[in-house]
């Protein structure tokens, strides 16, 4: 993966590039859990990551694929149509039929936003083993995913970061920043304002550093 632009945003620069470096969803990324044993053995399964915003599911995905070294085609249900995942076929396609015969995942984020025609277009591709399916979403699939779809997929419940998961992140933040160390408080509060969410934390504590870093310039 392309080294990130120093002056890129904080979570970007924190995103983890490996799978030892994701902070939380130690049920799922344990030793023997589901998706440590999928990239440890290449084997993977279609799946729908569950869970809020800001915990990770694209850059799990993005790592799956990097461990089995994938073509990985990202579609938005917010902006694809039936057209954009045709092409994300003829492209998977087009990958099998290449010289390294390239497997491929595609990813879908905010897979409850596709309709039912939408999602059952993926349906004899995914049976076929075109490519593996993962897709995302914040809202409980058993009411927003096609039943067709589901029963094909292994629904994975990624949960919000707790505080030690939250105390982890900063401490990486400040490491990055070389920023002065934070008070009991100030942790407290940008946790707390943080809720769970990876993006959140690290884009409150740069606007809370950044203008001190600038001004000791």
Same mark, same amino acid.
């Given at each position: 993966e392309p080294d990130v632009p120093e002056d890129a945003p904080l979570a970007e620069r924190l995103r983890p590039r490996t799978l030892d470096e994701v902070i939380g969803q130690a049920h799922l %990324?344990?030793?023997? /859990?589901?998706? *440590?044993? !999928?990239? +440890?053995?290449?084997?993977?399964?279609?799946?729908?990551?569950?869970g809020p915003p800001g915990v990770g599911k694209t850059t799990l995905a993005r790592l799956v694929a990097g461990a089995v070294s994938s073509r990985f085609i990202v579609l938005s249900a917010? %902006?694809?149509?039936? /057209?954009?995942? *045709?092409? !994300?076929? +003829?492209?998977?396609?087009?990958?099998?039929?290449g010289r390294t015969g390239r497997a491929t995942i595609v990813f879908v984020d905010e897979v409850h936003?596709?309709?039912?025609?939408?999602?059952?277009a993926f349906l004899p591709h995914v049976e076929?083993?075109?490519f593996t399916f993962i897709g995302a979403t914040t809202e409980n699939p058993s009411f927003e995913v096609t039943s067709a779809l589901l029963s094909r997929a292994t629904v994975h419940v990624l949960k919000s970061l707790d505080a030690t998961d939250l105390v982890e992140m900063l401490a990486r933040a400040r490491q990055?920043?070389?920023?002065?160390?934070l008070s009991d408080?100030?942790?407290?509060?940008?946790?707390?304002?943080?809720?769970?969410?990876?993006?959140?934390l690290p884009n409150a504590y740069e606007n809370l550093v950044q203008p001190?870093?600038?001004?000791a310039k």
């Open positions: %990324l344990g030793p023997g /859990k589901p998706l *440590r044993v !999928a990239f +440890e053995t290449g084997r993977l399964h279609a799946m729908i990551l569950w917010v %902006l694809a149509g039936v /057209k954009d995942i *045709r092409d !994300a076929v +003829e492209r998977a396609k087009a990958s099998r039929r936003r596709f309709n039912k025609a939408q999602q059952d076929s083993g075109l990055l920043l070389s920023a002065p160390a408080a100030a942790r407290a509060r940008l946790a707390a304002y943080a809720d769970g969410d990876a993006r959140r001190a870093a600038d001004a």
